[in-house]
Nanobody, 128 residues
Framework: QLQLVDSGGGLVQPGGSLRLSCAASGFTLEHYRVGWFRQVPGKEREGISCISSSDDEQYYVDSVKGRFTMSRDNAKNTVYLRMNNLKPEDTAVYYC?????????????????????WGKGTLVTVSS
């Protein structure tokens, strides 16, 4: 079955860290551009980061720059989002998505981008 599974969310205190995983099955994620998105209830989904297929380009929205980092583990067919120094405003459902052709650029992916594959989302709650 061709799918992305995003996981790793949970409850964390402000200043804490989490690592989200985006695991692909049925296709080779290494060949795909991957984006992370998040959605707060009542707001539109936004693209917050992306990584090129060659792993030589990464872009982040200003609000997470310096705190969030994407990485690939091709052996595990997985992309990660390491989130440090989490803030209450990072609370959201996080989604990963992958696309074979849509380039990862400094403009990031719009929240409604027609990506090839989407995960179902994982909830991150930052609260004391």
């Amino acid at each position: 079955q061709l799918q992305l599974v995003d996981s790793g969310g949970g409850l964390v205190q402000p200043g804490g860290s989490l690592r989200l995983s985006c695991a692909a099955s049925g296709f080779t994620l290494e060949h795909y551009r991957v984006g992370w998105f998040r959605q707060v209830p009542g707001k539109e989904r936004e693209g917050i980061s992306c990584i090129s297929s060659s792993d030589d380009e990464q872009y982040y929205v200003d609000s997470v720059k310096g705190r969030f980092t994407m990485s690939r583990d091709n052996a595990k067919n997985t992309v990660y989002l390491r989130m440090n120094n989490l803030k209450p405003e990072d609370t959201a459902v996080y989604y990963c998505a992958a696309d074979l052709r849509r380039p990862c650029t400094i403009d990031l992916y719009p929240g409604n981008a027609p990506m090839d594959y989407w995960g179902k989302g994982t909830l991150v709650t930052v609260s004391s």
